[in-house]
């Protein structure tokens, strides 16, 4: 059998360690059985990093989704919207940690921003944009932008012109349009960007540690198991904390899907079904 | 269609772009400041840099060992391209030709690493392979980084092999060839423009794969993203500059390969898989 290799490749190596690390996590260094699942929620230090992450992935993503729709809804009656996306593509390619490198040059208190917005006194002293809250929740928007905004594009151009063009006959204006025809066949869409664009950014750990305050305000779940693996060399419980990130995820994506299901499921093209 | 003016729709479009264009403005300054950190021979408190020099490119090639890291970054790439190759074309073949029992579980099974973000299977995955004494080892990276890589194969080419007329191998077939046959002269020429794209696509996203490699290399098996984020995460010891210097390097190792890629995929393919041709 062809898939066979790969199967097991995937298998050996994804499903066999979530196994394993779950089979870990209920084999801490010293309790019972779900000593550590009992420490990460009652311990603040370990609990409130779920909070953060929540706190910093879903208004990043709502955000992303936000601004995408308008800008996929243009970019669909460009003529040559390769040349927009490849530029949107960069950032994504390039990567979080470089993301990050330039932030600290750019939004640093000496960077191009803060002197611009000095210079144009709109601001009195520097903005404090790095190394807190906001450097974190920029650079997910400098990297999930672009990702949302592809996944949101293909699913726009999914959509059948000739939909729009027959309630433009009818008389209805553009925002009219979009609530009554355009959203409704998007949301199923938007659904899965959604899940798809809240998991990274739930994930995000580079940016976290040099944008942010990672032992403050951005010190977010991958950041605890990250620590936990790594500098407490407490894999049991390290591994606990990956469950409970993966469980947090599923959790999310499991909630908007079931959102999802009450609403329209059908065929955005016309014809030919 | 209306022949007044629609002012509020205009704005509206107008704010649209203008949001656009205040993105890439920021994004083109971000990586411009990078690029001229790293050719300034000091840059405190001014619009632009005092002077310009090369020197930190030779600084930051000694400091971080910019040549091993490169050949490291390459040999995990090289053999992360070749491996997920060979094992996601075969596989893809026989989850678009063939229907079997367990064929939609086995698609989910592939689908799931590339929904699962890295940093979350990527700590049960070191354990295991600390275990396994691969961890901290080029090896070890290698096999990390097929986790997404063969799957991501997989998907892209799937519509890729649908697409071909099955009667072409068929006719092969009755010729007398064998499976193997068919592969090598039928399939391969009509499959390399997809094989090519994936395989360039792996490339990049191995280029760029920071929480897989990071969580499963040793000082010696280090990518050079992993590297820049430890020399950022160390910042302060080094030269600013220096560290620039060095992200420019991977910033130009990536983007010489993305624009590769770019000649053979659409953008939007890099974050959902190729759309079935119509």
Sequence with gaps: MLAVPALLLVCALFVYPFLYGFVLSLEPTQGSVFANYVKFFSDPFLFDTLGRTFLLALPVTLLNIAASVPVALRVRLMRRPRVLTTILVIPITLGTVLVAEGMLNYLGPQGWLNRVLLAAHLIETPLRLVHNYWGVFLSLVITGFPFTFLLTLSYVTGIDPSLEQAGAMLGAREPQRFITILLPLLVPGLAITFCLSFVQAFSVFPSAVLLGAPAGATRVISIAAYSAAFEDYDYSMASAIAIIMALAQVFAVGVVLALRGLLYRGPVSTGKG | ?278
Excluded at chain 2, 20 to 42: E, W
Excluded at chain 2, 243 to 252: F, L, P
Aim: charged share 10%; aromatic share 12%.
């Design chain 2, 1 to 278: 269609m209306n022949s007044k003016v629609d002012w509020g729709g205009r704005l509206w479009v107008t704010a649209v772009w203008a949001m656009v264009g205040l993105f890439i403005l920021n994004l083109a300054a971000l990586i411009a400041s990078v690029v001229l950190q790293s050719l300034a021979t000091r840059w405190l408190g001014t619009w632009t840099p005092t002077g310009y020099t090369w020197h930190w490119f030779a600084d930051a090639w000694d400091e971080f060992d910019l040549q091993d890291v490169l050949i490291v970054t390459f040999q995990v790439a090289a053999a992360v391209v070749v491996v997920s190759g060979l094992l996601g074309v075969p596989a893809a073949y026989a989850l678009a030709r063939r229907d079997f029992p367990g064929r939609a579980a086995m698609l989910l099974v592939f689908m799931l690493p590339l929904l699962v973000p890295p940093i979350t299977f990527g700590i049960p995955l070191a354990t295991v392979l600390y275990q396994a004494h691969l961890a901290g080892t080029i090896w070890g990276v290698i096999l990390a980084n097929l986790v997404p890589t063969v799957p991501f194969v997989v998907f892209i080419m799937i519509p890729f092999i649908e697409q071909i007329d099955q009667r072409v191998e068929q006719a092969a077939r009755v010729f007398g060839a064998g499976t193997a046959q068919v592969f090598r002269h039928v399939l391969l020429p009509l499959l390399t423009p997809g094989i090519l794209a994936a395989l360039l696509l792996v490339l990049v996203r191995t280029i760029g794969m920071f929480e897989l490699t990071f969580l499963t290399a040793g000082p010696t098996s280090q990518t050079l993203v992993v590297a820049l984020y430890y020399a950022e995460f160390a910042a302060g010891v080094r030269s600013q500059q220096s560290i620039n210097a060095m992200a420019v390097v991977y910033m130009v190792n990536t983007l010489i390969w993305l624009l590769i890629a770019l000649r053979f995929v659409n953008p939007t393919q890099i974050v959902t898989r190729a759309k079935k041709q119509a």
